[in-house]
Every structure is written in C-alpha cells, then in structure tokens.
C-alpha cells in the first residue's frame, strides 16, 4: 500500500540524508523556502526599490494573514515580528506598570525568553511572579490560580512547555484570569502546526509563537495575536515606524498608531524571512493541524511504549491530551547519547533538567522511529 504521507515527505530534501526527529526545535526546510528565497533575491536583483511597493512592505501582512487560520483567528489580527522576544516586549510595553495591578505570572519551567523580557521590567514597576512545578515536567492548573489575582497585569502560559512536551490544562487558567479582570498571553510556539487550537474559541488577549519548529517556517517569523478589541486600545512603547498610521508621510514627534495589527508592528519588515515561512505555512494549511495530531499522538505513542517497556524514565506526560508532539527519555549520559545518535545521522536534541527530546512529524514513518530506538537501544546497552 502507498503511505498518504509519502508526497509530503517528497517536499523535504533533508529526509534524504536523515532521520530527523528534532521539528520541536528546527522543523525540516520544505523545498518551496527555497523558491521563495530566490523570488525574493530576483525582485532585489531586478526590481530594486521598486520592491517595496510591488508587495515587500505588505510582505507581513500577506504572511499573518496566511497564519491566521492555523491559529483560529481572522484575518488582520495578527503581525509579524522578528520573535517570541520582540512580541512579548510589545505587549508588556503596553502596559501600566505603576499601578495596583503590576504583577505578571509565569511558570518556572516556561521558556526563559519570555522571563528574561519580563525581568527586565521590573525597573519600570513590574513584579514577576512565579509558578512553581512539583515534579520539574507539568504545571498543573489548580497551581497557578492561587497565584492569580486583582494584582495580576498579565498572566503568560506556555500552551506547550518546551523541556516536557506538557500541554497545560489552560481553560482553568484563562476562567481564574478572566475572573480577576487579567489578561493572559498564550505562547503557542510549541503547539504551533502540531497540537491544534483556536484563539478566538479560547478567548485569550494575546498570543505568540514563531516558525522555527512544527511550521517548517524557518528563523525571523515571530507572531503576535492581539484581540482585535484589545489591539485597538494598545500603545506600546515597544514600537516603530511600520506601525504608524502613515509611516511614508515621515512624520516627526510622537506616533500616530496605526489601526489593526499593523499597530503592533516594529520598523522595515523581514522580508526574506517572512515570504520564506510561508512556504511553511502552505504546508501545515493543506495537511491541516488536526491531521498531523493524529499522526503525532501514535507515533510519540510508539516512542513512549518503546521506552516504558525497557523502564526508560520519561519526562513527558503518558496520557495523549496532557502531551505535544515530542518524546523526553532521562536517559543517564543524555548528552552524550543524544550526540552519538547525531553522529548516526539520528537527528534529536538534548536540554539540561529533561534529557533527550525526539519528535515525530507529519513527514516522520513509523520506519523512521523504529530505526532511532533499534539505535538507541545499541547505544544504551555499551
Ligand atoms: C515556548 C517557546 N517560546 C519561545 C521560544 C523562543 O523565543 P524567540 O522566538 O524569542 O527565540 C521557544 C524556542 O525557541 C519556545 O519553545
């Protein structure tokens, strides 16, 4: 019998040469990055500055647009930004910090971009707040709402968390944060193209993510989702020409924002990197999210019986709607495991405090996985 998914692994040159199981870190270049890497060079070449009004300065908001669906919102909601980082620091320099409401929650074991952002608020009134986790791979619900309260200016989730693969219970955490009046930002940078969601059903203000891993988008894409009734009350201090009303009128003094996501936006956009993620995009669009779940939870499925079988300690949670689309073993010598299996064209990665990370994807066989631990379980036993 043919496999369904054998023409979308055509579209990827890397699968040739390896087993790659590492999309939660980098996703696979899809062939079409590529022609869109050279219509961009030959608009250069031969339009020059011509470019920009030829479609580079809209370049974003075909991009975002393109997105939107992916994460269940319309069309204008969302902008694109270099990363997570730069999203963040907009949202948070939209905020009144000086206030009773200054605190914002964030889980110990979130991705530390978006501490380190959050930190270096604290010199203009913010207090970052902690979520501790029990067992140092979850983030149980009922152990943020105590946190939650008339205090909170911003509550930021990890729908994914990165180390574990935890997927967060958020609907608990979003009722407590709407009770106390606080916005939440989701970051759905580890959801993204694998575990589907929808932003406008979940009601949340803001949101953030990239394209580097499960969109098969490649560096430089960073998006932001604001609610479109919250975007309109934004003034981040976070900013730049791009998000000016009239940015060719070369306005001096203060910023006249610009309606919709453009309000959000920095200064001159990534056009090479934004017009190459949307080779991405095109990809996860027509296999469609909830697809490449199916696909993700049997076979992480078929890591995880493999590893539970030989008594492997694994860092990520066994019951399917608690787990994303990577696979943690806590093998003893993790990094030097993960690297020996790199030498054998194995493709995974290793994080301190969890071990080694392997995730399947949509262009990933069942052949794929059965050789990486045929492997492993060689390398284990020496
Ligand atoms: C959950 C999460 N947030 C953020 C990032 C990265 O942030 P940035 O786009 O600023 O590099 C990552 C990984 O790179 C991540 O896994």
Redesign the pocket.
């Known amino acids: 019998m043919s496999d369904p998914w054998q023409h979308w692994r055509d579209q990827f040159p890397i699968l040739e040469t390896c087993t790659y199981l590492v999309s939660h870190s980098l996703g696979a270049m899809p062939r079409a990055a590529r022609a869109e890497a050279d219509r961009f060079l030959d608009a250069w070449a031969t339009r020059g500055v011509r470019a920009w009004a030829e479609g580079w300065w809209t370049i974003g908001r075909d991009t975002a647009d393109l997105l939107a669906p992916i994460l269940g919102v319309p069309a204008g909601s969302v902008t694109m930004l270099q990363?997570?980082?730069l999203a963040q620091s907009v949202i948070v320099s939209s905020l009144d910090l000086r206030g009773a409401r200054r605190r914002i929650v964030v889980p110990r074991l979130d991705?530390p971009?978006?501490m380190y952002v959050f930190e270096g608020w604290r010199r203009h009134g913010a207090e970052v707040v902690y979520v501790e986790s029990r067992d140092g791979m979850t983030q149980p619900a009922e152990d943020w709402l105590a946190q939650i309260d008339e205090r909170t200016v911003l509550v930021c989730c990890?729908l994914v968390l990165?180390r574990s693969a935890s997927l967060t219970d958020v609907a608990p955490i979003l009722e407590r944060a709407r009770a106390v009046g606080a916005p939440v930002v989701l970051?759905v940078?580890?959801a993204t193209g694998t575990v589907p969601f929808d932003l406008t059903a979940l009601g949340v203000e803001y949101a953030v993510g990239?394209s580097?891993k499960w969109l098969c988008g490649g560096p430089g894409a960073?998006y932001l989702y604001v609610r479109p009734d919250v975007a309109a009350t934004m003034a981040p201090a976070v900013t730049g020409w791009a998000a000016h009303a009239r940015p060719f009128g070369f306005e001096p003094g203060a910023i006249d924002y610009a309606e919709g996501g453009e309000r959000l936006a920095s200064g001159t956009p990534s056009v090479s990197a934004w017009m190459i993620a949307q080779a991405g995009y095109r990809i996860i669009s027509a296999i469609g999210v909830p697809a490449i779940r199916q696909k993700s939870l049997r076979q992480t499925r078929r890591l995880l019986d493999h590893a539970l079988a030989r008594g492997w300690p694994v860092r990520t949670p066994l019951e399917d709607h608690r787990r994303g689309g990577t696979v943690t073993l806590d093998l003893p010598d993790s990094a030097r495991l993960s690297a020996d299996l790199i030498a054998r064209e194995i493709v995974v990665d290793h994080r301190p405090d969890a071990g080694i990370r392997m995730a399947p994807h949509f262009y990933t066989t069942d052949g794929d996985i059965d050789h990486a631990l045929a492997v492993l379980d060689e390398l284990v036993r020496h």
Do not use: C, E, R
Request: hydrophobic share 30%; charged share 5%.
């Open positions: 990363n997570v980082s991705f971009t978006n990890s990165f970051d940078y580890q990239g580097v960073g």
